[in-house]
Every structure is written in structure tokens, then in C-alpha cells.
């Protein structure tokens, strides 16, 4: 894409930057007036993804299963029981499954469509995507706790550290509250963006700069496959940091309402 | 490799003319149809599969137990029939034994008794035979005094020449010769002659 641009402005290559994120300007259709952009198909599309593998597996789900439906309950009881049951406990997990199970496929397809091929744009480097899902889960987490508790006592609950001296609360409790209440939506959003963002402008950077340098040619000759080599390479590691975003975002959801729920803090 | 790039070209962006978009920008069409989407595919999965998912897993785990349960109780049954058939064999080895011993004590009285019987009949026997003999004895004791006294007397009459068949006489002659053969042998001495009835 950026060769074209190389050549018309005459040998310059330009960087990938920000407006490789920007689809604004291309969308693939109009929807009523609305501008529908590649990522927004993205996000149904891996919605259907999991919904329809979830729902052909449990169609005629039987007592001994057949193969897919044992890849579903594989893939289903991997966060019903290494997230939710171990994070949340046994005694009120089950009604968070389906919201944890929901969330983890969602997020590891939306990252996946970063490696697969004709599609590889992760979703999630747009970065109003994560904010709502971080502002679901942030929504998810309090009200659970303010349910539990009562506002105040979910206040106190995150707020007011146990076993400190009373005089250390005039420094701590905003400490806590900013802590527990405010940053934590944020760092859920900034960190599946920013690796999502990150790890598709590196591929990006690698692929169009090895085809820069194959056509400047002279050191380009070697120096352009070496650089496609490490692009394959850190699309191995984009596939672990695609996993690993989708797992984490996950499992500080699991966390974050296990400590809403939990009676000590 | 042009083609591939040329295509891509359609979809990705381009340094277009419009002012680079701050990545962290907020975009509401985004960020609602975000909410949306995951909205509806968690009401899916909520209402679809996670219901179908715990129904799957409660009746494999009661299968399971289930399973198990009926193992145990099989196990149960086993053992206490088990727990029964030693019993009865024990009462069985017991009861032999009780039926060995008695054995036992039957025949040693059986043989007692037998030993006790033919005891008694052999007794019987010899006391049988001693009383034959002796019957025969006298039987042959009396024939024998009636021949001798008859022998004698004919020898003696025939050597004295004297007929004695005087009944009475000859009677007394045969009782007195008898009486003195008798002391004779008593007194232990040989010499009994006929003439000393004379």
C-alpha cells in the first residue's frame, strides 16, 4: 500500500503511522447514511464467528461428545473454570460465566483478525472499541459490588484498605479509590489497544519497509527479506500477544468482580 | 506482489488529505456499536449455549456419580454376599467337625459295644461248651459205670463161674466194686482187683 505512495512521491518512504488506523476515509458501504468502515464489519463478523462455532457445538449437545462439540466445551469450560471458577469461587461464579466466556472469544477473534489473512486488521487497535468494552466491564464490576454491599459499603470496601492504622487513611483511601474505581477501566482499554495498535504497526513497518528497501535495491537486497523474515516472526509473537490480551482482559474482569464480591478486602 | 498491494489499497487508508486522527480519539459510532454487538452476542450466549453448556455438564457429572454410586452399592452387595458365604462356610466347617467328633464318639461306642457283645458271646460260648462237656462227661461217666459194671460182672462170672443175674446182688456187687475203686483212687494206690469184691 505504501509502495504506491513511495513511488508517487518520488522514492520518499513514508512511514505507517496513526492514519494506517484510519478507515474514515474508505468505508466499505453506507448503512443509512452511516459511514460502515472495515472494522466495524470486523466486530460482527467475530461476534457471528463465536456465536455460530458456540452454538453448532451445543446444538445437539449429547453426554458423550462428538468432536466439535468437545472443542466447544474445551474452549467454553477453559474460561468457565481457569478463569471464572478459580478467580470469582465457586459459590457465585456461574452467573458471570457466559458474561466472561462472552467477553474472552469476542476479544481473542477481534485480535485474531489481525493474522488472518484478506482480513489482518486487529479490531481493537481502534481504540473506542476497548473503551466500551473497559466501560462495560467497569460498569459490570461496581454494580455487582454496589449490589452486594450497598453504595457505601462498596465505596468503603474499595476504598478503605483493612489492617492499617486509621491515621494512614487521609493518605490512602484516595489512593485506593483512585486505584480500584477510577484507573482501572482505563488500563483495561489502553492495554488491549496499545498492543493491538502496537503489534499491527510493527507488522506493518516490517512488511512495507522490506518492500521499500527491495526497490531501492543495492543493501536493500538483503536487508528488504531480512526485514520480511522478522515480520513473520512477530506475527508468531502477535499471535501469543493476541491470546494473552484476550486472556488478561478476561481474567482482570474475573478479578475485578471476585474483589467487588468479596467480604474482606 | 503490486496487485496484492494495489488491492489492499481499497480498504486501507491512505495519506489522504484529511488531518492525521489522534489513535486514542473517541469515536461514538464505534464505541455504541461496540456495546451493541458485544451487547447481542452475550444475550446469545446467555440464552444459547451457557444454559445448554451446565445442562451438558450436570448430566455428564450425574452420569459420572451416578456411575459410581452404582458401583459402590454393587461393591456393597459383593462384599456383604461375600461377608455371608464365609459365614456359612465357617458354619459349614463347624458343623463337620461337630459331625467328625460325633462320628468318632458313635464309633468308639460302637466299637465298645461290639467288643462288649462278642464278650459276652464268647462267654457264652465257652460257658456252653463247658456244659456240654461236663453233660457229656457225666452221660459218658454213667454209660461207662453201667458197662463197666456190666463188662465186669459178665467177666466175672464168667471167671468164677458163677452166674449173677440176680439183679439186686449184682447191682450191690457193681456199687460196692465201684465205691472201692473210687477210695482206691483217692487213696492213690493201683492194686484194685476183682477179687476184692469177692
Not at chain 1, 459459590?91 to 472469544?105: A, C, E, G, N, S
Not at chain 2, 459383593?78 to 462356610?89: F, R, S
Request: charged share 15%; glycine share 8%.
Amino acid at each position: 500500500m505504501f509502495g504506491i505512495n513511495m513511488a508517487e512521491s518520488g522514492g520518499e518512504f513514508v512511514s505507517p503511522g496513526p492514519n494506517s488506523f484510519d478507515f474514515s476515509e474508505v468505508p466499505l458501504f453506507h448503512l443509512g447514511g452511516l459511514a460502515v468502515t472495515k472494522p466495524m464489519v470486523q466486530l460482527v463478523l467475530g461476534a457471528l464467528v463465536v456465536f455460530v462455532f458456540f452454538y453448532a457445538a451445543f446444538r445437539r449437545a449429547t453426554l458423550v461428545p462428538g468432536r466439535l462439540q468437545f472443542a466447544g466445551e474445551s474452549a467454553y469450560g477453559m474460561v468457565r473454570n481457569s478463569i471464572g471458577r478459580d478467580i470469582i469461587g465457586s459459590h457465585d461464579f456461574i452467573k458471570f460465566v457466559p458474561y466472561l466466556v462472552t467477553l474472552f472469544f469476542f476479544i481473542l477473534i477481534n485480535n485474531a483478525f489481525a493474522s488472518i489473512p484478506a482480513i489482518q486488521f486487529p479490531t481493537f487497535s481502534r481504540a473506542s472499541m476497548a473503551y466500551a468494552l473497559a466501560g462495560l466491564s467497569w460498569v459490570i464490576y461496581n454494580a455487582v459490588g454496589i449490589k452486594k454491599h450497598g453504595l457505601l459499603g462498596y465505596l468503603k470496601l474499595q476504598s478503605v484498605p483493612s489492617g492499617v492504622s486509621p491515621f494512614m487513611y487521609p493518605l490512602l483511601v484516595p489512593l485506593e479509590f483512585f486505584s480500584n474505581i477510577l484507573v482501572r477501566p482505563v488500563t483495561l482499554a489502553l492495554r488491549l489497544f496499545a498492543n493491538m495498535f502496537a503489534g499491527h504497526l510493527l507488522l506493518i513497518l516490517f512488511s512495507t519497509g522490506g518492500l521499500f528497501l527491495l526497490e531501492y535495491g543495492g543493501v536493500g537486497y538483503v536487508a528488504g527479506p531480512l526485514a520480511w523474515v522478522l515480520a513473520i516472526a512477530i506475527s508468531f509473537l502477535e499471535l501469543l500477544v493476541q491470546f494473552l490480551q484476550a486472556y488478561v482482559f478476561t481474567l482482570l474482569n474475573a478479578m475485578y468482580i471476585s474483589g467487588a464480591l468479596a467480604d474482606e478486602h | 506482489m503490486q496487485n496484492l498491494i494495489f488491492l489492499a489499497e481499497g480498504t486501507e487508508p491512505t495519506e489522504g488529505g484529511h488531518a492525521p486522527e489522534n489513535p486514542l480519539g473517541f469515536v461514538p459510532v464505534e464505541f455504541a456499536l461496540s456495546l451493541v454487538v458485544f451487547g447481542l452476542l452475550l444475550f446469545l450466549i446467555w440464552k444459547f449455549v451457557a444454559p445448554r453448556f451446565e445442562q451438558t455438564f450436570a448430566e455428564r457429572t450425574q452420569a459420572i456419580e451416578g456411575g459410581i454410586a452404582a458401583a459402590e452399592s454393587k461393591q456393597a452387595e459383593a462384599d456383604a454376599k461375600l461377608a455371608e458365604l464365609e459365614k456359612q462356610l465357617a458354619d459349614a466347617r463347624h458343623e463337620a467337625a461337630r459331625i467328625r467328633e460325633e462320628a468318632r464318639e458313635q464309633g468308639a461306642q460302637i466299637v465298645a459295644e461290639m467288643r462288649e457283645t462278642a464278650q459276652a458271646e464268647s462267654t457264652r460260648i465257652v460257658e456252653h461248651g463247658k456244659a456240654q462237656i461236663e453233660a457229656e462227661r457225666q452221660q459218658a461217666v454213667t454209660s461207662l459205670r453201667a458197662e463197666v459194671g456190666s463188662l465186669a460182672t459178665g467177666l466175672a462170672g464168667r471167671i468164677v463161674g458163677e452166674s449173677l443175674e440176680d439183679e439186686a446182688r449184682q447191682s450191690r456187687v457193681v456199687e460196692r466194686f465201684l465205691a472201692d475203686l473210687e477210695a482206691q483212687t483217692v487213696g492213690a494206690d493201683n492194686g484194685t482187683t476183682p477179687g476184692s469184691v469177692n
